[in-house]
């Protein structure tokens, strides 16, 4: 990719606060690297739009990166990923490297969890697309894939109830389900359930291998950077959060990810 150059910034969106946990990993692992955020806060949670308005929101903010000059844009949540990676990829096609969060994913299952029975949890949107299963089926690495939609989760955590008896309560319900039976380690493929990381390892009581999407994801885009020679090493890093709705659990949870004052500007995806 010829044309880009490693001074641009990269963009991540999710539909709230979920891909900020994707974002600190990113800025922590590529502390030189440019940010801009969309949080697509209008729409949130995306696990329960249907397909056409994720794919429509999805390309209204690829646009939106592409005018900011990003040289690389991360679909930092699985429902998007899911439902929108593969037109994203058309729609960018050589103005911008496109990374989703469920292949590194796969990939990172098929070196380090061969032959063994995972467990999924996610939006609705995600297990019902069954791509998990499919690339994982694809893969022929032996791994038995079980999901489980969790739909209610993002939703609770997103409106900061992360340390109360509604987030134990719903956990119980959803992890004891027979789906998970018998598994050997688990993929949280929302990206708003590492918030919950602790309370779902105290349901397990710290027995349960749980795979954080977030660093895997992380380390992806730094591969595509590297394998692109799009690494930035000059350049004084910037953030910069836009948002498709100005909420007060957005404005949290910018503080709970990031220890610095991070001023949110307000672009609305349709006017």
């Given at each position: 990719?010829?044309?880009?150059?490693?001074?641009?910034?990269i963009?991540?969106?999710?539909?709230?606060?979920?891909?900020?946990?994707?974002?600190?990993?990113?800025?922590?692992?590529?502390?030189?690297?440019?940010?801009?955020?969309?949080?697509?806060?209008?729409?949130?949670?995306?696990?329960?739009?249907?397909?056409?308005?994720?794919?429509?929101?999805?390309?209204?903010?690829?646009?939106?990166?592409?005018?900011?000059?990003?040289?690389?844009?991360?679909?930092?949540?699985?429902?998007?990923?899911?439902?929108?990676?593969?037109?994203?990829?058309?729609?960018?096609?050589?103005?911008a490297?496109?990374?989703?969060?469920?292949?590194?994913?796969?990939?990172?299952?098929?070196?380090?969890?061969?032959?063994?029975?995972?467990?999924?949890?996610?939006?609705?949107?995600?297990?019902?697309?069954?791509?998990?299963?499919?690339?994982?089926?694809?893969?022929?690495?032996?791994?038995?894939?079980?999901?489980?939609?969790?739909?209610?989760?993002?939703?609770?955590?997103?409106?900061?109830?992360?340390?109360?008896?509604?987030?134990?309560?719903?956990?119980?319900?959803?992890?004891?389900?027979?789906?998970?039976?018998?598994?050997?380690?688990?993929?949280?493929?929302?990206?708003?359930?590492?918030?919950?990381?602790?309370?779902?390892?105290?349901?397990?009581?710290?027995?349960?291998?749980?795979?954080?999407?977030?660093?895997?994801?992380?380390?992806?885009?730094?591969?595509?950077?590297?394998?692109?020679?799009?690494?930035?090493?000059?350049?004084?890093?910037?953030?910069?959060?836009?948002?498709?709705?100005?909420?007060?659990?957005?404005?949290?949870?910018?503080?709970?990810?990031?220890?610095?004052?991070?001023r949110?500007?307000?672009?609305?995806?349709?006017?």
């Amino acid at each position: 990719m010829p044309h880009l150059n490693s001074s641009q910034p990269i963009g991540i969106f999710d539909s709230g606060i979920g891909g900020l946990a994707i974002a600190k990993e990113v800025v922590q692992l590529l502390p030189q690297e440019a940010i801009v955020y969309f949080g697509d806060t209008a729409h949130l949670p995306y696990g329960d739009k249907s397909t056409a308005a994720i794919q429509a929101y999805s390309v209204k903010i690829a646009h939106f990166f592409l005018q900011q000059r990003c040289k690389l844009i991360l679909i930092a949540c699985n429902s998007a990923s899911s439902a929108a990676y593969e037109l994203v990829k058309e729609y960018v096609g050589k103005q911008a490297i496109v990374v989703d969060v469920i292949n590194p994913t796969v990939n990172y299952l098929r070196e380090h969890h061969p032959n063994q029975v995972i467990g999924l949890i996610g939006t609705k949107q995600t297990v019902n697309s069954n791509i998990y299963k499919k690339k994982v089926d694809d893969l022929a690495v032996g791994i038995t894939l079980k999901s489980h939609a969790t739909p209610l989760l993002a939703s609770v955590i997103e409106e900061g109830f992360t340390h109360n008896a509604v987030i134990k309560s719903l956990l119980a319900e959803y992890l004891s389900h027979t789906d998970l039976d018998n598994i050997e380690a688990l993929v949280l493929a929302c990206t708003h359930y590492p918030i919950i990381k602790d309370k779902i390892a105290e349901f397990y009581q710290g027995q349960m291998d749980l795979i954080d999407t977030a660093e895997i994801v992380a380390k992806a885009v730094r591969a595509q950077l590297e394998y692109n020679q799009l690494l930035n090493k000059t350049i004084q890093p910037s953030k910069h959060f836009y948002v498709s709705d100005y909420t007060e659990s957005f404005v949290a949870g910018t503080k709970l990810f990031f220890d610095e004052i991070i001023r949110l500007e307000h672009y609305p995806l349709w006017e």
